[in-house]
């Protein structure tokens, strides 16, 4: 059992977060805390500049929104959320660091050749961790 469990969602489908969620809540020891983190990409300068900071503070707050609504789904369980900004395999070890997990759990995908040159989140996650990582599909 583990005493603190990180799960970095990304928000396109809940039904993956609810899954991890489920999976961490069954590894979590007593007294133990789970923290939901999801990491926004950044936007350009370029980009961010042309855009109302209403609505980028918009998109912040309904990361936030949803990452609550699976923690509520956690009942009798500790959980923080956490929205970050950046790069997501470097802010997920950051915060894994922060919150000093014992355990990552993080959803991944089914390969392209994009992920062959570069690397998915979860095998960059999973290279660089300095506590354990369980990859679901």
């Given at each position: 059992m583990y005493k603190s469990i990180l799960v970095p969602v990304a928000l396109g489908g809940e039904g993956v977060?609810?899954?991890?969620?489920e999976k961490a809540k069954k590894l979590l020891s007593d007294g133990g805390k789970i923290t939901l983190l999801?990491?926004?990409e950044e936007i350009p300068g370029y980009v961010a500049a042309s855009i109302p900071r209403e609505k980028l503070a918009a998109r912040r707050t309904?990361?936030?929104?949803k990452l609550e609504s699976l923690a509520s789904a956690a009942r009798g369980v500790n959980v923080?959320?956490?929205?970050?900004?950046g790069n997501a395999p470097n802010n997920i070890l950051d915060a894994a660091k922060e919150c000093g997990a014992d355990l990552i759990i993080i959803g991944s995908?089914?390969?392209g050749?994009?992920?062959?040159?570069i690397g998915s989140t979860a095998a960059?996650?999973?290279r660089h961790a300095k506590c354990s990582?369980?990859?679901s599909r």
């Open positions: 977060g609810r899954g991890l969620m999801h990491v926004m309904e990361a936030l929104r923080d959320t956490e929205v970050l900004s995908h089914s390969p050749l994009q992920d062959y040159f960059r996650v999973v990582v369980l990859v």
